[in-house]
């Protein structure tokens, strides 16, 4: 990984689960913020509160879990776990994923079959819609400092975030053809680069 410095620069050493429990519990915690748009949350949590990452290994660490099948969370939380506890450590972390907010959405799904139909309740998740982008679009724009040690630096790195988001947003192409086109491209760039 990068490095053993946290994310805010301070020179202290980046910090580790105590165990086992403490993987689960974070993880649970985490799981059960994230309603609608986790990446502010994981960020926040991983990043500057627990300090189990750097930001620039938070960015690797999700761009790899974006491109894996599956939710990205709960790829980055089995990465993160195996990381510390190897396989006990990644199926500990998925757990915490899955387990409570399971039963939660459970529970949703019975309270939403009786109020679907309520208008009120339309409006409310229209409203949950737009707090998510919004958590999203913060985000991104908390981590853009990280692409300073990008080695594509960060006039490329914003061309290509501005040319998937077009791709996507304007021209309606699949998601998985964006990724093979820019994601290949950009990993030719950095090899070049790097070589």
């Not at 994923?97 to 309740?121: G, Q």
């Not at 958590?135 to 006039?155: D, E, F, Q, S, Y």
């Not at 791709?167 to 090899?191: D, E, H, R, T, Y």
Request: glycine share 10%; with cysteine.
């Amino acid at each position: 990984m990068s490095s053993t410095l946290d994310a805010a620069g301070e020179g202290l050493p980046l910090a580790r689960p105590r165990s086992r429990t403490d993987l689960f519990i974070s993880f649970t915690l985490l799981a059960l913020q994230g309603f609608g748009g986790v990446l502010a949350v994981v960020q926040r949590e991983l990043v500057e509160n627990k300090r189990w990452m750097t930001r620039e290994e938070f960015i690797e660490e999700w761009a790899v879990a974006q491109i894996m099948p599956g939710p990205n969370v709960i790829n980055l939380s089995i990465t993160l776990g195996s990381r510390y506890f190897g396989l006990s450590g990644a199926l500990v972390a998925l757990a915490g994923m899955i387990t409570f907010p399971l039963l939660l959405v459970l529970a949703l799904a019975l309270a939403y079959a009786e109020f679907a139909s309520n208008p009120h309740m339309a409006g409310a998740l229209r409203g949950m819609g737009a707090v998510a982008a919004g958590l999203i679009t913060a985000t991104g724009l908390k981590l853009m400092p990280a692409l300073k040690r990008n080695v594509l630096g960060v006039p490329c790195s914003a061309a290509l975030g501005v040319a998937s988001f077009a791709a996507i947003a304007w021209f309606k192409l699949p998601l998985l053809w964006v990724l093979l086109a820019l994601g290949g491209f950009a990993c030719v760039l950095a090899f070049r680069k790097l070589a």
